[in-house]
């Protein structure tokens, strides 16, 4: 019985489609009236300034840094980025005065703000416990000398990342671009355009799936939001099955609010008045949901009216309203970075219009004239946050270094998820379990794949399963078929056609708490979804300094040998095995496809799963007690003396039936080496057959220039120099695309012939 | 305290910028925010605001003028306010960041004068164990090099029958491959091991270590223990008969010799000199306190006759012969492991007594291995004595740049016929080599009769001693 069955009709009457409207400038209140409504006391009006006065003093550090201007600093030589946020103080303060605390961000290359206002923010909501955490060494008795000391602690902590300081957030490993605290649901900001907004997204979908009441505040920038991945999220955001019948008992819209950071500006270029075709980037909502995303259209040099907006939109996120999009008209006054003049692009006077509007003048005089503090307290505001940075500098400059020992230290992290916590081990079958057709304890393939997936995501609530067509329809080759009856739609669910945003969202999703695991239904389409892949999810682990993991598998299905042609038969294995960060398997029997996507889930690193659709049915022995194939352990398939077939992937089975007509016809006995994970690589495994033969033939389905078959023969050829008798050879496609014609493909991939033929080469 | 103003580095790649306008005079008000300079980078021209406020006090980079980033510009502080009339040195990197700076050379000491300094020490340490006579500086063509010995025929074997081939310490060069190209291939090494009995061979394990250090064939060697175990004394006669590298000074020699001896064609007159007389008169000088050695009579000799024989003092350069103004002899010296020629310089303006303390300090000097290249160089004429070696005769080889060289033999008690009687006189062999291209028999004849003559002059010597 399906789980559900579209039953449209045609319908073709006469209409206008009506895109309804969407408000600007609507925010009619000023502080005083803000002040008597109770809406803001006075101390969060002055938290507010100070919070404005701390981002713009940072960044006004900066610039200053880098013009030796800046005493605390006297000597000390910044390297590296100076995209300064200053003029755009109220967008950060005003947006993280919107949400809770505890809330979850994301932000941009130009988030020092972001960050500073969620670190305030946060700090100042925390419990005295929460506070000695941060400041372990503090002697503070009293709540509010913590809070000072902790804020203090922040923005070190936070110059010490941009000076690439072990102290920083991220261990100096990150930098500003790159910073992140996830202890206070900062979720990094990004040096990827729009990169960050897939995460956000999944970050949001974790929100909603784990109904923890947070959601997150996507800060993003205009240039951002020409990017594909973010239209990509937009659509994801806005998807009906999160809210009508299909998100069955509980509909909730995703709680995510974009807040767009628009200074007008992508780099140099004019956004709104030369590469976007509408004055009004907030109809950007209008084309993914009907409600047109609830967008409006604040002053962004105005933190209250920011604070105000962001405020209603987060309120109606909590409530399942989401998601929102609020369009934050700002400026920024210096240029991309301190090595860009503006004068080649925009003129003097459109910066003085905006700096007469400036978010810090403009409140410090309302807060002086609501009588909140006076002249004098508001001078002693300005030289405690000035002294505050100059302190934090100084430390920062002259703390230590990371030490160069530990270049690539934190790039994988080693850990499992040996145990589930009691709180997501407790999962019930919605409707029926799967059915696993074993004959003589054979599985097939797939079967194993889907056999592993059903024990993970029975064993851990956590472990979500989507992609293209996974849910109702079982995915395109019938791998998970049976899995939406299983779990139910909350935890399998059909994406749009956005591969880019199904492998960001993982990440944010990870980030979050979950244990994703995505499918992409051909590997080529992964290209598509690169940066999420290999920016993001490879990255974080040790952009972060070690501070998240990102447990996310990405499930990907190669069609070489179908006849499919160039964009669907592709073994890229090699190029994710070149991304740092990343785990790339690739298993070749039903067994080891069932142990190794289990131990794949229960990884703690990115894991790129490869599959073959060739060996989809084929059949292999697999126990249905509980099993492991551990990551990175390569497997002797067939003992030899003479030569050593190093294989993986379709083309073990290619060098098992090459190993009997070499052993039949040449009398050569010849050891067949499974690699099945290229990363981590189990070279050992590899070398100790070498040196047993002498003699090695390395080979994959990947055309042979740049594969991963090259990198393991020049480890052999560097690690077991003194014991091969002939050169290294490789096996792999012709070096060109996939063809279409069966004949051509035939020729084009490899095969035990190709084996053979090479491996006789070299006796 | 007034605060410097520090050209800002903006760029990652930006060493240095040039100052195009200031926006600021000096004496005038400064706020925080106002422009004071535009500076042009690589990429573009770029206004610098103030962080200041005050008043511009000085500016110590004018206009068009390019400096390296983080230099101080200019100053502002309170009017009237001091500042430094020379800017500070442009801020230092962290330490351990970038390399410090070249510290400031100290006056007058430039580089040239330290690497002068240093070079006639270096120059010394060299000469300490200079061989033979160098080449004269001004040789108008060097010598061509030897012909590099032919290199040794390019090994193809696998690394695996490399390793093998190792480790049962034998010589795989004598295997012939049979993988592609004739590459040698574990099989090969293991067949050969087979047909050569390696499995026969026994060791001692002292002796196999050696071996192994040593990379000797285990092939080869001859073992005489018992039942022809391989002892450490067949490892170390194997040893011992290994070719070995020449050493500086014999390469230098051979080279030398193998010059002369085979581009200058060779010719040698000989005669017998009665040093009867001379010796008795030796003795008498010795016994007056006068002590000469044989050697500085025929060195005297030899400078004399040199003089009335400059053909025997000059060269042969090409189609040129080279004369030359003075008599700079030079005088053999056998060391332990080679030989050495030291020169005795316008030894025609020596009496025998200096000539004699001459030729005696620098035999001493060649002996001790304290010849400067200097006094190893250019000499005209060579004298090889080999009296003190029991030698009835024997010929010698020219020095590259000479034209003659007389070897002296030891002298013998010889019966000789005086007036018609045989007599026992005691009578030393001399025998000339020249260069036929410039030197004949004729002069070469006489050259050497007068030498002769010299030496039975009695009368000569009692005027020169």
């Given amino acids: 019985m399906p789980n559900y069955l579209s039953d449209s009709r045609p319908e073709f009457k006469p209409r206008t489609v009506d895109c309804g409207q969407i408000r600007a400038y609507v925010y009619r209140k000023n502080l005083q009236i803000e002040l008597k409504d109770g809406t803001l006391t006075k101390p969060e009006a002055v938290n507010l300034l100070e919070d404005m006065l701390t981002v713009r003093e940072f960044e006004e550090m900066i610039v200053k840094v880098r013009s030796g201007a800046y005493p605390a600093c006297a000597g000390f030589e910044y390297r590296g980025p100076t995209h300064v946020s200053i ?30 206002a969620k670190g305030c923010a946060a700090i100042r909501a925390m419990n005295v416990e929460q506070l000695r955490l941060r400041v372990p060494h503090s002697q503070a008795k009293d709540r509010k000398t913590l809070v000072e000391e902790a804020l203090e602690e922040h923005v070190y902590r936070t110059i010490a990342e941009l000076f690439g300081k072990e102290d920083g957030y991220c261990k100096g490993r990150g930098g500003g671009m790159h910073i992140a605290d996830f202890t206070v649901g900062h979720l990094g900001a990004n040096a990827i355009v729009g990169g960050g907004v897939p995460i956000a997204t999944g970050a949001a979908m974790g929100a909603r799936y784990l109904r923890n009441q947070r959601i997150v505040c996507c800060f993003a920038g205009d240039g951002a939001y020409a990017n594909g991945v973010v239209l990509e999220s937009l659509n994801w955001a806005c998807m009906s099955q999160f809210t009508n019948h299909l998100a069955g008992k509980v509909p909730f819209g995703l709680p995510i609010v974009h807040v767009i950071e628009n200074n007008h500006y992508g780099m140099t270029h004019r956004t709104d008045d030369e590469v976007m075709g509408t004055r009004w980037l907030a109809r950007r909502a209008a084309g993914f949901d009907d409600n047109n995303m609830h967008a409006e259209v604040v002053n962004g040099m105005d933190v209250l009216a920011v604070r105000d907006a962001v405020r209603r939109a987060a309120e109606a996120c909590r409530q399942g309203n989401g998601p929102r999009l609020i369009d934050v008209n700002t400026y920024r006054y210096y240029g991309h970075s301190l090595s860009d003049p503006r004068n080649e692009y925009r003129t003097r006077e459109e910066e003085t219009a905006w700096k007469e509007v400036d978010p810090i003048d403009t409140f410090a005089r309302a807060v002086l004239a609501a009588k909140v503090i006076g002249p004098k307290r508001l001078e002693a505001l300005r030289q405690k946050v000035a002294d505050r940075n100059a302190r934090a500098a100084a430390r920062a400059a002259k703390t230590a270094d990371p030490d160069p020992a530990d270049v690539i230290k934190y790039m994988y992290t080693d850990t499992v998820e040996t145990a589930v916590p009691a709180e997501f081990s407790h999962v019930e079958i919605v409707k029926e379990a ?10 097939t393939y797939k079967d194993a794949i889907k056999e592993a997936m059903f024990e993970e995501m029975l064993r851990d609530r956590r472990v979500i399963f989507y992609g293209e067509d996974v849910a109702d329809y079982g995915g395109a080759f019938k791998v998970t078929k049976g899995l939406l009856e299983a779990f139910g739609r909350q935890r399998v669910f059909n994406t749009p056609i956005s591969e880019a945003c199904i492998c960001g969202t993982a990440v944010g999703a990870a980030m979050v708490g979950l244990r994703p695991v995505i499918e992409l239904m051909y590997m080529d389409f992964a290209l598509m979804a690169s940066d999420q892949i290999s920016n993001q999810a490879a990255k974080w682990h040790y952009m972060s300094g070690a501070n998240v993991r990102i447990p996310v598998v990405y499930r990907v299905s190669v069609g070489g040998g179908k006849g499919y042609g160039g964009q669907h038969s592709q073994t890229l294995e090699s190029v994710f095995a070149h991304i740092p960060g990343l785990y790339v398997v690739y298993p070749s029997t039903p067994y080891d496809a069932k142990g190794m996507l289990k131990s794949a889930i229960r990884d703690n690193n990115p894991v790129m799963f490869v599959e073959s659709q060739l060996l989809y049915g084929s059949k292999g022995p697999v126990p249905k007690e509980e099993y492991l194939v551990p990551l990175g352990s390569a497997e002797v398939k067939r003992q030899g003396t003479g030569l050593s077939l190093v294989v993986w992937g379709p083309m073990v089975h290619e060098a098992l039936k090459a190993a009997a007509t070499l052993e039949a016809e040449d009398q050569v006995s010849v050891e067949v080496v499974d690699v099945r994970s290229l990363v981590p690589l189990d070279i050992e495994t590899i070398l100790a057959s070498v040196r047993k033969t002498g003699r090695c033939v390395v080979a994959s389905h990947s055309i042979n220039i740049g594969s991963y078959t090259g990198e393991i023969a020049a480890r052999i ?25 069966h004949i051509l493909e035939a020729a084009f991939l490899p095969n035990a012939k190709d084996l053979v033929n090479a491996a006789r080469s070299i006796l | 305290m007034a605060q410097a103003i520090i050209l800002p580095k903006l760029g990652q790649q930006t060493e240095e910028s040039t100052i195009v306008k200031w926006h600021k005079r000096v004496g005038e008000p400064v706020e925080k925010g106002d422009v004071l300079f535009e500076m042009e980078t690589d990429k573009s021209v770029l206004e610098t605001q103030s962080f200041f406020d005050g008043t511009l006090l ?12 983080n230099t101080c510009v200019a100053y502002i502080g309170a009017p009237g306010e001091q500042v430094p009339d020379a800017p500070p040195p442009p801020l230092a990197a962290v330490e351990g960041q970038k390399s410090p700076a070249q510290p400031p050379r100290p006056a007058g000491a430039s580089p040239d004068v330290a690497a002068r300094v240093a070079v006639p020490a270096a120059t010394r340490a060299r000469a300490d164990r200079r061989l033979e006579t160098p080449e004269p500086q001004t040789s108008p063509a060097p010598a061509p090099l030897p012909a590099a010995p032919a290199p040794a025929r390019r090994l193809f074997i696998s690394p695996r029958a490399r390793a093998l081939a190792e480790a049962r310490c034998i010589d795989p060069s004598r295997i012939t491959g049979s993988g592609p190209g004739g590459r040698i291939l574990e099989r090969d090494v293991t067949a050969w091991l087979e047909a050569n009995r390696y499995d026969e061979i026994r060791i001692t394990p002292a002796a196999k270590q050696m071996a192994a250090k040593e990379k000797i064939d285990l092939l080869t060697v001859r073992g005489t223990g018992v039942g022809h175990r391989i002892m450490v004394h067949d490892i170390q006669r194997v040893l011992a008969a290994r070719p070995r590298k020449m050493n500086k000074m014999r390469q230098t020699i051979a080279r030398r010799l193998t010059e002369s001896f085979t581009t200058t064609p060779h010719f040698y007159a000989t005669t017998s000199v009665d040093m009867t007389d001379l010796l008795a008169l030796r003795q008498e000088l010795k016994s007056r306190g006068e002590p000469y050695k044989v050697t500085d009579f025929i060195l005297e000799a030899v400078v004399l006759t040199l003089q009335e024989f400059p053909l025997l003092n000059s060269a042969a350069e090409g189609n040129t012969i080279r004369w030359r103004e003075n008599v700079d002899l030079g005088l053999a010296v056998g060391l332990d492991d080679g030989l050495v020629v030291p020169a005795i310089r316008s030894a025609e303006t020596l009496c025998l007594r200096e000539l004699s303390q001459t030729a005696a300090a620098l035999a001493e000097k060649a002996r001790a291995g304290k010849l400067l290249p200097d006094e190893m160089s250019g000499s005209s004429f060579t004298v090889s004595n080999m009296g ?39 009578m030393m062999k001399i025998t000339v080599s020249v260069d036929h291209r410039i030197v004949d028999g004729t002069v070469a004849a006489h050259f050497i009769n007068s030498i002769k003559t010299k030496l039975e002059d009695i009368e000569l010597w009692k005027s020169l001693t």
């Fill in chain 2, 388 to 426: 003190m070696l029991d030698v009835e005769n024997f010929s010698a080889i020219i020095n590259p740049g000479e034209s003659g060289i007389l070897a002296v033999a030891s002298t013998l008690q010889t019966p000789v016929v005086r007036n018609g009687k045989i007599v026992v006189r005691s």
């Fill in chain 1, 87 to 116: 003029g755009q103080e109220a967008a950060s303060v005003g947006g993280i005065a919107g949400i809770a605390p505890d809330d979850y961000i994301t932000s941009t290359h130009r988030g020092h703000g972001d960050s500073i």
């Fill in chain 2, 58 to 69: 000085k500016i110590l980079i004018p206009e068009g003028q390019t400096v390296p980033v």
């Fill in chain 1, 434 to 443: 799967p059915e696993f057709k074993r004959s003589d304890g054979q599985l």
């Fill in chain 1, 717 to 741: 050829s560097a690690e077991a120099f003194d014991y091969l008798d002939a050169p290294v050879s490789r096996v792999g496609a012709k070096d060109g695309i996939a063809p279409q014609s």
